[in-house]
């Protein structure tokens, strides 16, 4: 991935965990200081999100956010703290993922 896409991609990760009531202090402060980041690069970023949500990676590559450490430390951040937990099943027995379900094992 990009610096141009990782950056976008932690926007709309940010924007999208901002839409729920669950979304942790956390989350919040790493979304708002992204943005912050961003716009120190661009001056604004109205020009860069097209729609709500949806970021224009031309306009990011413009304003050179993929050669800006604090940037790129700032959206690392963000999508860490926003992708899912990491569960490796490999070799397992046994296991089920989600609510609600019935299992039967015969080892």
């Given at each position: 991935m990009?610096g141009?896409?990782l950056?976008a991609?932690?926007?709309a990760?940010?924007?999208?965990a901002?839409?729920?009531?669950?979304?942790?202090?956390?989350?919040?402060d790493?979304?708002?200081a992204?943005?912050?980041?961003?716009a120190?690069?661009m001056?604004s970023?109205?020009?860069?999100e097209?729609?709500?949500?949806?970021?224009?990676?031309?306009e990011l590559?413009?304003?050179?956010v993929?050669?800006d450490?604090?940037v790129?430390?700032?959206?690392?951040?963000?999508?860490?703290?926003?992708?899912?937990?990491?569960i490796?099943l490999?070799?397992?027995k046994g296991?089920?993922?989600?609510?609600?379900n019935t299992?039967?094992?015969?080892?």
């Amino acid at each position: 991935m990009s610096g141009v896409e990782l950056v976008a991609a932690a926007l709309a990760a940010g924007a999208s965990a901002g839409l729920t009531d669950t979304v942790s202090t956390a989350v919040k402060d790493a979304y708002s200081a992204l943005r912050e980041a961003v716009a120190r690069r661009m001056g604004s970023l109205d020009a860069v999100e097209t729609a709500p949500g949806v970021w224009s990676t031309d306009e990011l590559a413009a304003s050179g956010v993929a050669d800006d450490a604090a940037v790129l430390a700032a959206a690392e951040r963000l999508l860490r703290l926003t992708e899912g937990p990491r569960i490796d099943l490999r070799d397992a027995k046994g296991v089920q993922v989600g609510d609600h379900n019935t299992q039967h094992n015969t080892f």
